[in-house]
């Protein structure tokens, strides 16, 4: 059976890495967020709609019940090819709900940010070393100092999960300071009553 996804041509483009590393990471877990994203990748035509194969949906050919019993072997056979038809079906279905569509989306935009930044720190090391081959006047220290290890994937990696998580903590953080303080209501029942002297 084949895969009900609707089929897309991916063509990153190199000179829009910059643009989505500086993406806010949170408007990655909104709907609307990962709509506007999805609609820039298809506005860029970094992701390109091919058109939708024809879906056949033929059931098993069951055998004609009006001539002799069937064995069990065939009765199992034909069950199992039922249930394969129906999982072909339930298949087709769940792919095409709002949410499989909106879950392919967003996969596809982290797709696009995780591209962009494994090909700034993968493709870091070389443009370096490609700057500095044709600059003949820096000294050897300049050069050892300018050419540093190019960072790996999971230093990338980690670099996203920081931003992601100072994001959410200064998120947090503005709303707690959004919000007023609750006073304890003891507090405010003792300062609102006046005292009785004795």
Not at 150 to 161: C, Q, V
């Amino acid at each position: 059976m084949a895969a009900m996804i609707p089929p897309v041509k991916l063509k990153w483009l190199e000179h829009l890495n910059s643009s989505w590393i500086s993406e806010d990471s949170e408007s990655i877990s909104t709907r609307e967020g990962v709509a506007l994203l999805y609609s820039k990748l298809l506005a860029n035509k970094e992701v390109v709609l091919l058109p939708q194969q024809v879906l056949c949906l033929k059931g098993p050919q069951l055998p004609d019940f009006e001539r002799e019993c069937l064995s069990r072997d065939e009765q199992e056979h034909y069950l199992d090819a039922l249930l394969a038809s129906q999982l072909a079906l339930a298949k087709t279905v769940c792919s095409d709900s709002p949410f499989a569509s909106a879950l392919r989306k967003r996969l596809l935009v982290l797709q696009r940010v995780f591209y962009a930044l494994s090909s700034k720190y993968h493709d870091k090391g070389k443009t370096k070393q490609q700057q500095h081959s044709g600059e003949s006047a820096l000294n050897s220290s300049e050069l050892q100092a300018a050419s540093e290890r190019p960072r790996s994937s999971t230093d990338a990696l980690i670099e996203m999960g920081v931003r992601t998580g100072l994001s959410l903590l200064f998120a947090l953080l503005r709303q707690s300071w959004a919000l007023p303080t609750p006073r304890p209501a003891s507090a405010s029942a003792t300062t609102s009553s006046p005292r009785r002297s004795r």
